[in-house]
C-alpha cells in the first residue's frame, strides 16, 4: 500500500515562527504536492514538485517555500507564520508518468496549524 | 491558468434521492479525476476519465466526461449514509499541476 506521512496531525505556532511541515512517500513517487483545505476554497495548490530538487509554484505560493532534496521527502516551510496561515495542510504525491499519462494522486492524513 | 469549478458547494440528500454533482474547467482537459474525502479524513482517488464523453459505472456511482472535456459529472443514485462526505473533480494540466474544484460536500438525511 502506498503511504503518505506526514509529520504531523497537529501543531500550534506563534505567529512569526518559522514552520516546517514534512512530507514523506514510501513508493518511490516522482511528483509530490501541497495544498491547503479551507472551508468552502477545496483543496488549493501551494507548490509541486515534478522531480528532486524540482520546485513549483502552485496557485496560492505566497508566504511559503518548499525543498525537496531527497525523491521521498518534500518540506514545506512558513518563513515567518501569520494567523492566515491557519489551515489544514494536505501532502499528496504521485508517479510521473510522461506529460500525457496521469496518475493518481495518494493523499497523507493531514496536518492541522494553527497560528496564535 | 487552468481553474476547476464545482457546484453546487452543498447538496443535502435525502437517503434513497438520487444527486448530481458538477465539474467545470475554464480550459480543455487532458482528463478528470474524481476523488472523495470523508468527514475527517483525506481524499481518496475514485477513478480518471480520459475520453471525450466517457461513462463509467462503480455501483451506485456514474462519472461521465463532456464531449468537449471541460466537464464532467458525477451521478450517485439511491444515497446511502455511507456517501457522505466531499466530492472533488482534479484536472491535470501539462506542466504536471494538478487542480482541485472546491468540492459538492454531501449531507444525507436518513
Known amino acids: 500500500d502506498v503511504k503518505v506521512t506526514q509529520s504531523s496531525r497537529y501543531l500550534v505556532k506563534r505567529t512569526g515562527e518559522k514552520v516546517f511541515l514534512e512530507c514523506v512517500q514510501d513508493m518511490d513517487h516522482e511528483n509530490m504536492f501541497w495544498y491547503r483545505q479551507d472551508p468552502g476554497l477545496g483543496l488549493r495548490l501551494i507548490y509541486f514538485s515534478y522531480d528532486v530538487k524540482m520546485k513549483e509554484k502552485g496557485d496560492i505560493p505566497e508566504g511559503y517555500s518548499v525543498s525537496r532534496e531527497k525523491k521521498e521527502r518534500f518540506s514545506l516551510i512558513l518563513e515567518s507564520a501569520s494567523t492566515n496561515q491557519t489551515s489544514m495542510y494536505l501532502c499528496?504525491?504521485?508517479?510521473?508518468?510522461?506529460?500525457?499519462?496521469?496518475?493518481?494522486?495518494?493523499f497523507g492524513q493531514g496536518t492541522r496549524l494553527t497560528v496564535v | 491558468g487552468q481553474q476547476v469549478m464545482q457546484i453546487p458547494q452543498y447538496q443535502h440528500v435525502q437517503e434513497g434521492e438520487d444527486f448530481t454533482t458538477y465539474c467545470n474547467s475554464s480550459?480543455?482537459?487532458?482528463?478528470i479525476q474524481w476523488y472523495k474525502q470523508r468527514p475527517g479524513g483525506h481524499p481518496v482517488f475514485l477513478i480518471q476519465l480520459v475520453k471525450s464523453g466517457e461513462v463509467k459505472k462503480q455501483k451506485r456511482l456514474t462519472f461521465q466526461f463532456g464531449e468537449a472535456k471541460k466537464n464532467s459529472s458525477l451521478h450517485i443514485t439511491a444515497t446511502q449514509t455511507t456517501d457522505v462526505g466531499t466530492y472533488f473533480c482534479a484536472g491535470w494540466s501539462n506542466d504536471y499541476k494538478l487542480s482541485f474544484g472546491a468540492g459538492t460536500t454531501v449531507t444525507v438525511r436518513a
Open positions: 499528496a504525491s504521485s508517479f510521473n508518468r510522461g506529460r500525457l499519462v496521469n496518475t493518481e494522486a495518494f
Open positions: 480550459t480543455t482537459l487532458s482528463n
